[in-house]
């Protein structure tokens, strides 16, 4: 079981920046893929970037060039910094861990969720 918890959103004006954090917590053997996902009310969820234990990452469009995920291993935490950010990022944001945990599963979790909205 891995549970994950979300910080950072919030409001900021257009062109700011902000800084997402879900850091992972349970019986985790090993992390895989760290993803950040965000969906709007009435829209479907899509990817906004991944990156994978080796560091290989990923950026849907819309993001790349302003969105940058990182993340730390040593504290299985994952981050996005959102820089330049625009009225068409608001949305609420959620983190996704593949997990190897110690029933020998391997499962994907999901953050609760942390809105972010950007005024223009």
């Known amino acids: 079981q891995v549970q994950l918890v979300e910080s950072g959103g919030g409001l900021v004006q257009a062109g700011g920046s902000l800084r997402l954090t879900c850091a992972a917590s349970?019986?985790?053997?090993?992390?895989?893929?760290l993803s950040w996902y965000r969906q709007a009310p009435g829209k479907q969820r899509e990817l906004v970037a991944a990156i994978t234990s080796g560091g290989t990452t990923n950026y849907a469009d819309s993001v790349k060039g302003r969105f940058i995920i990182s993340r730390d291993n040593a504290e299985n935490t994952v981050y996005l910094q959102m820089n330049n950010l625009k009225p068409e990022d608001t949305t609420v944001y959620y983190c996704?861990?593949?997990?190897?945990?110690?029933?020998?599963?391997?499962?994907?979790?999901w953050g609760q969720g942390t809105q972010v909205t950007v005024s223009s």
């Open positions: 996704n861990c593949n997990a190897w945990t110690g029933d020998n599963r391997v499962a994907d979790y």
């Open positions: 349970g019986n985790i053997l090993q992390i895989y893929t």
